[in-house]
Each structure stands twice: as structure tokens, then as C-alpha cells.
């Protein structure tokens, strides 16, 4: 019986990542506990590809690529969710400070 090559735990270990992330995403109500699955299944996502990208002798460059890109995407758009969450978080706090003044400005 021959042992996982290292490309194919990779490859598993991401699916499972995937799996856990969607779950989260599905399950999860608040807004920032979603980002962060999110960013698991993103996590797997680029574990599937540098585990695929894995031959033999050699790796492939191009799934490499493909997944420095994504992190440098991925951390972007984190970094831009946690900024709208914030400020929808400030806006509903202002909105319910508001709400027990009466409504008067």
C-alpha cells in the first residue's frame, strides 16, 4: 500500500478547509465571523492548487502563480470587508444612539 504523496495531502487537506469555510459561511450569522470563513475556504482553495501543482520531479510554476496572486487578492479584499463591517457596525450603533434620544438631532 503506497502513502499520500505530498501533493494529494495537500490537495485533501484543502478540500477539507473548503468544506469547514462553507460550512462556517452557511451557519454563521455575524458579519465578521463570515469574513473569516471565507478566508478558510480561500485558505483551502489555495492549498488544492499548490497540491495539484506538485508533480513528481518537479512543480509546476503556473498554480504557484495563481495562488501568490490570490493571497495578495484574498488579503485585499479582507482588509476592505473588515472596513465595511466596521463602519455598518458604527452606523448601527449611531442609528440606535439616535433611536433612544427620541429621533431629534
Do not use: C
Amino acid at each position: 500500500m503506497e502513502a499520500l504523496a505530498t501533493g494529494h495531502l495537500f490537495a485533501l487537506t484543502g478540500a477539507v478547509l473548503v468544506g469547514l469555510g462553507l460550512f462556517g459561511f452557511i451557519t454563521l450569522r455575524h458579519a465578521l465571523r463570515q469574513l473569516l470563513a471565507v478566508n478558510v475556504s480561500g485558505a483551502g482553495v489555495f492549498l488544492m492548487l499548490g497540491g495539484l501543482g506538485r508533480g513528481a520531479a518537479t512543480t509546476d510554476p503556473f498554480p504557484q502563480a495563481l495562488v501568490i496572486t490570490g493571497i495578495v487578492v484574498a488579503v485585499a479584499l479582507t482588509a476592505f470587508g473588515a472596513a465595511l463591517i466596521l463602519r455598518q457596525a458604527e452606523e448601527d450603533h449611531a442609528a440606535k444612539e439616535d433611536d433612544e434620544r427620541g429621533g431629534k438631532t
